[in-house]
């Protein structure tokens, strides 16, 4: 489920990110994608996607066209959203 950012919660922290691993090797295979930091990915030389962490669970914020979007990255059905999301918009 897509949705807007609203509330602000923490950026995903070095622990937050070792959970995320996985998440972060399928983005890694993306082409066109530039991880300038550990979570942290640029497209196009700006901003494109990272992730927060909150007691809700994970989430990432993705660029799609001007705005972000808050995606939930918990379950592999979430994730795999996410990974078909980024590749769509690494495409356009």
């Excluded at 923490?10 to 979570?39: I, S």
């Amino acid at each position: 489920m897509r949705k807007r950012i609203g509330q602000p919660v923490k950026h995903a922290g070095q622990r937050a990110l070792n959970q995320l691993e996985p998440v972060l090797v399928l983005l890694r295979n993306l082409p066109g994608l530039k991880e300038r930091k550990r979570g942290l990915f640029d497209h196009a030389g700006r901003a494109f996607l990272h992730f927060h962490e909150d007691p809700a669970g994970f989430f990432a914020d993705l660029r799609v066209g001007d705005d972000f979007v808050r995606l939930p990255v918990n379950s592999k059905r979430e994730i795999a959203m996410l990974v078909r999301q980024a590749r769509r918009a690494v495409e356009a």
